[in-house]
């Protein structure tokens, strides 16, 4: 009897737009051609929604401009949206050349930090080239956040900052959704298969969920997003399936 053919389950295409430009505008968009702005002007409407942010600051960090002070690094975040389907399958949009760097402080000067914290110079602090590092040649976006006193190791601080975040980095995408597909810089499509009689592959990863400030979401409606996602805490920490494609596609986002 012959084996059964490779079936095919799912197909995500990432199509990238390469960013050459980030400068201050009036308004915070991103064009097809590779040229964003960013304005500050939101950020007291982000501070107003969020009880534990005391303040919000942006700085725009061209190719170069490293030796710098930066606060405690709580993450690297691509900007990527769904343009067609759900995480793991379909249409997405992503920018090449810039990404999102959100650190946070406490109004008393304590860096938001558990077990370790990155606050110095940002030349001896960020490894560049590594995956979900900046490259040498790419802008970063620095979404600098300041807590309440106390509220950075506190679970509803850093989840405060990280929607705050998350929230800035939407404008963006809702522009990037209405980008034509055709003048993508690359294409790059990824399968979900199944091959029958071949092993099963299974990769346990083993994500934060001790509270405190240490959470994990999953789930979140945008690529490395937070709105509608869930945290592994609530989810009582038990073990989740997810697909190669979905992983690839930023269904999880480390909320330390």
Sequence with gaps: ??????????????????????????????????????????????????????????????????DRWTNTIMDIIPISTKVLGKLGEGITHTLTGVYVMLTGVDTNGKQTHEFGSSEGNLKDQLYLGRAGTPGEDDYIISFDVTLAAGMGQERPGPTAAHRACDEFVQ??????????????????????????GRKRVVIIRQVAGQGAMYDTHLFAKEPSGVEGGKSIIDMGNMPVMLTPNEYRDGIIRSMQ
Excluded: C, S
């Excluded at 960013?19 to 991103?30: L, M, Q, R």
């Excluded at 040229?35 to 600051?57: A, C, F, R, S």
């Excluded at 404008?171 to 055709?182: N, P, T």
């Design 1 to 66: 009897m012959l084996p059964d053919k490779e079936r095919e389950l799912r197909r995500l295409v990432i199509k990238a737009f390469h960013v050459t430009e980030v400068e201050w505008g009036e308004e915070n968009t991103v064009t097809v051609d590779g040229k964003m702005t960013i304005n500050k002007g939101l950020l007291d409407d982000l501070v107003k929604k969020e009880p534990y942010i005391e303040k919000i600051d942006i700085q725009i960090i061209k190719p170069g401009e490293h």
């Design 171 to 196: 404008l963006f995408r809702e522009k990037m959704k209405k980008f034509k597909g055709d003048l993508a810089t690359e294409r790059h499509d990824y399968y979900d298969r199944v091959r029958p």
